[in-house]
């Protein structure tokens, strides 16, 4: 009787932990984010310089530091998941590679 009942147990257990992640869209995430930049008016654009390095007096001071910390850590494991996520969003057929 015991084991029946721990039998019992293990199964919803088990099937209330497999239902969890069908439930959850795919689009909802790029939905949220869309959203948010809306409300907060983030600007994401980048213009187009002309130069050939990284060069604070050209882009601005808080675009090089940004790309000089990039520069720094890309080889970094702990990075390359964010940095795959920048190039999928700059690049559509990147999207999905590094995932």
Do not use: C, W
């Amino acid at each position: 009787m015991m084991k029946k009942h721990l039998l019992t147990i293990l199964l919803l257990f088990i099937g209330t932990m497999s239902v969890y992640p069908q439930i959850r869209t795919v689009g909802s995430d790029s939905e949220r984010i869309a959203e948010y930049k809306k409300a907060i008016g983030l600007d994401t654009t980048v213009p187009d310089f002309d130069t050939n390095k990284i060069d604070a007096k050209v882009m601005g001071s808080r675009l090089a530091n940004l790309l000089n910390y990039l520069l720094e850590n890309y080889n970094k494991d702990s990075y390359e998941l964010q940095i795959a996520q920048i190039l999928g969003e700059q690049n559509e057929s990147l999207l999905h590679l590094y995932y």
